[in-house]
């Protein structure tokens, strides 16, 4: 059963911490996304990368927020200093790439900054 | 202005009714539009897909239209059941080549109740 998986699920951390999401893409997958969901913002694209390459990351605050895929199988989403303007919940999702392919979501990171 | 605007907001019906949500959009021109479901605390899943040249598509209960004149779609929900209890997300994606930028409605948040 091929699943994106996400860790944290659950993280609460002090302002200022740095806090690294963790997200394995599901395999043959060449498209993976970070999206940050709030209330009152709904889902917000952070960053995607394609074939491992960062393809935009405009949505992300680039002084705090940093996103790599070291390999195929990994995507990381890093905060350094983390902020209470932070706490939200944070989606990976990977796709196969094509026009009409699907998004398939991980079960999400929900980070409270304190 | 957000590309993709959902209406209602949100949403109480009893089981076993009958209910509609709308999704209006003004991205052009567009590959395709998916409704995803999302239950609490999971991510979203997705329901169905309707390219450009498709007016309606159903998966069991749930029916989308789409009128690609007007730049609205509608899902709809037959017989509703307490585990259709969940957010309903839009997602437009954009006609463009190698493109994953997909645009996001806020979702109408639908509760069943018995």
């Known amino acids: 059963d091929a699943r994106v998986t996400q860790t944290p699920r659950h993280k609460v951390t002090e302002m200022g911490q740095e806090v690294t999401m963790r997200c394995q893409p599901i395999l043959g997958h060449n498209t993976v996304f970070w999206y940050r969901q709030t209330m009152m913002q709904g889902l917000e694209l952070l960053a995607y990368?394609?074939?491992?390459?960062?393809?935009?990351d405009s949505g992300m605050p680039k002084d705090r927020f940093s996103a790599e895929m070291p390999d195929a199988t990994l995507a990381t989403l890093k905060i350094q200093p983390s902020e209470p303007r932070d706490s939200a919940v944070y989606f990976c999702?990977?796709?196969?790439?094509?026009?009409?392919?699907?998004?398939?979501f991980g079960e999400g990171s929900r980070l409270t900054v304190l | 202005k957000n590309q993709v605007e959902q209406s209602p907001q949100s949403l109480i019906i009893l089981e076993g009714k009958n209910c509609t949500l709308q999704?209006?959009?003004?991205?052009?021109?567009?590959?395709?539009l998916r409704w995803y479901k999302q239950d609490t605390g999971r991510g979203p899943v997705s329901l169905t897909i309707?390219?450009?040249?498709?007016n309606t598509k159903s998966n069991g209960r749930y029916t989308a239209t789409l009128d690609a004149d007007t730049k609205q779609s509608s899902l709809h929900i037959t017989a509703s059941q307490l585990s259709d209890s969940a957010s309903y997300i839009c997602?437009?994606?954009?006609?463009?080549?190698?493109?994953?930028?997909?645009?996001f409605g806020a979702g109408t948040r639908l509760t069943v109740k018995p």
């Open positions: 999704c209006n959009y003004t991205v052009s021109p567009f590959s395709n």
């Open positions: 990368f394609r074939n491992r390459a960062p393809l935009d």
């Open positions: 997602v437009v994606r954009p006609r463009k080549v190698n493109n994953n930028d997909m645009r």
């Open positions: 309707m390219t450009f040249s498709e």
């Open positions: 999702a990977s796709g196969p790439g094509r026009d009409t392919g699907e998004l398939f």
